[in-house]
């Protein structure tokens, strides 16, 4: 079974445009077929997006799907945002987002951090909790390697997919906060040392 971290070109395009509502702003975002979250702005990242502070300096959003973390962090904060994903066809939908949006990011696809040169203040995630305990691990683990001095990575994960034991396994690496908890959902900030 294909999920929305694999490429599968031969999956039928069928995009429509979603309408959400942020923190009293309107974004319209096209979906398609193969994306993660293709109906509507999932709750996990909405509570994510309605709990993180102004930010300022530069932001990678890791997974980007269609381009909601990265193009909000980019309308309402004064910051450099660069966005990543496997998935082709999510970032193509996240180019159009942008311009939709009118915000300017940088995209680039990346398998995990394979293509990523760059050093961040912030790394922001809905993280693929599908890929499996062993790559989600390394992709929060070594978010560490890409975040300058006491920069923050912050993503969200459900109490039935291992908040409790993901918290206590990245104090091992980090700061760690749990921000805020809202219907099972954990947001978490982890402060590189």
């Not at 398609?32 to 709750?43: A, E, I, T, Y």
């Amino acid at each position: 079974m294909d999920h929305y971290f694999t490429n599968n070109s031969n999956l039928k395009s069928n995009i429509k445009e979603i309408k959400v509502y942020l923190n009293n702003q309107e974004y319209r975002f096209l979906t398609d077929s193969g994306v993660f979250s293709k109906k509507g702005l999932d709750f996990g990242t909405r509570t994510l997006l309605e709990n993180i502070p102004v930010l300022n300096g530069n932001v990678l959003d890791f997974g980007c799907g269609y381009g909601p973390i990265g193009i909000y962090i980019k309308k309402n904060n004064d910051c450099t945002v660069d966005m990543i994903d496997i998935n082709e066809r999510s970032l193509e939908l996240a180019r159009k987002n942008a311009l939709k949006n009118k915000v300017e990011v940088n995209l680039f696809k990346s398998d995990i951090y394979s293509e990523v040169t760059n050093k961040y203040d912030y790394i922001i995630t809905n993280p693929p909790i599908r890929v499996g305990k062993t790559i989600l691990y390394e992709i929060l683990m070594n978010a560490k390697d890409y975040l300058n001095p006491h920069g923050e990575l912050w993503l969200v994960i459900h109490k039935d997919q291992g908040a409790n034991s993901l918290v206590k396994d990245l104090k091992a690496v980090y700061e760690v906060e749990i921000i805020v908890k809202n219907k099972g959902f954990y947001v978490i900030r982890a402060i590189s040392n």
